[in-house]
């Protein structure tokens, strides 16, 4: 893992209707809400996914394409479900669509949310020895809660334990996360993938099926995003312009900076860096940024002798 990087911070779903669309992800897989705007300037709703992960549904004035295959998928959060049975029978009660898996290895169960945006769950791999399914056994075990006073509403949920990505050429992504962006890499399957490390408990999943596509530029000419939570933010942005990552956005917001990049496929991907809490100013008091950076700095010393 580079040394900049935290974990899988933010995961972006831009539609038409954000407000009926992250209320789906409470109501259905219990991720409690952390905040909301629903006004004239701003629609969204941002939900906590486990660890220091946030999901956001976002306004963008148009529709998701239409999905029919787990290919056609953007990117897929799969969350760690602790009890399938009971997450399936849930989905089944509110009868939303399912996306066929044609993969009959994979348990992971593939469905839509309003937005038409593809979303998974999938039992923990028993018997696992990688370092993101070891971490998230610890922290269910220990009963961990790693944003104070923010659990699951279902307790059911614990994370997103892996986020697919749908790729042309595996290998040269993977050899893209690895080496440029600094990604650890888990199992190297040859044609069928590649996992990484993305951080804490999540894995990134590079599966074959996907496309190359256009560069965009502007991170909303696409509907799904991920970001990367991080730390040092100049030091990692220097590190990409000198592997000549494409910047197609440069952002400074009122709680941090964030950049958005291009990698070799034409997906996108983000780094964000929070600034520390500052009791004067309120856009520094999130309860996750603040959550995070303290595990952040508590470990500090232990990754700087991994490098």
Do not use: C
């Not at 496309?211 to 942005?237: A, C, H, M």
């Amino acid at each position: 893992m580079h040394k900049n990087i935290q974990g899988l911070g933010w995961l972006v779903r831009r539609h038409i209707d954000p407000i009926s669309t992250g209320e789906f992800y409470t109501e259905l897989l219990g991720l409690p809400e952390l905040r909301r705007r629903d006004n004239a300037k701003a629609r969204n709703i941002m939900l906590w996914a486990g660890m220091y992960s946030v999901i956001e549904t976002i306004w963008m004035g148009k529709k998701y394409h239409q999905v029919n295959t787990i290919e056609d998928a953007e990117i897929i959060p799969i969350f760690r479900a602790r009890n399938i049975v009971t997450a399936q029978a849930l989905l089944d009660s509110h009868k939303v669509i399912f996306v066929s898996n044609p993969d009959y290895r994979d348990e992971t169960i593939y469905f839509l949310d309003p937005s038409g945006f593809v979303v998974g769950i999938r039992p923990p791999i028993p018997g696992s020895d990688l370092a993101p399914d070891l971490e998230a056994e610890s922290l269910w075990n220990k009963g961990t809660i790693t944003v104070p006073n923010i659990i699951n509403h279902q307790g059911n949920i614990q994370d997103i334990g892996w986020l697919r990505m749908n790729v042309e050429n595996p290998q040269i992504l993977a050899e893209f996360y690895n080496k440029v962006v600094g990604l650890k890499v888990l199992e190297n399957n040859g044609d069928n993938g590649v996992t990484l490390h993305l951080g804490g408990t999540t894995t990134l999943e590079l599966k074959p099926g996907g496309k190359t596509r256009l560069q965009p530029s502007d991170r909303k000419e696409v509907p799904d995003v991920w970001i990367f939570r991080g730390y040092e933010f100049s030091e990692f942005n220097e590190r990409m312009i000198a592997f000549n990552v494409p910047i197609i956005n440069e952002l400074t917001l009122g709680g941090g900076k964030l950049n958005y990049y291009v990698d070799p496929e034409g997906h996108v991907f983000g780094f964000q860096e929070r600034r520390k809490y500052n009791r004067e100013d309120e856009k520094t008091h999130r309860i996750e940024d603040i959550a995070a950076r303290q595990d952040w700095e508590i470990n500090q010393e232990t990754r700087q002798q991994e490098y």
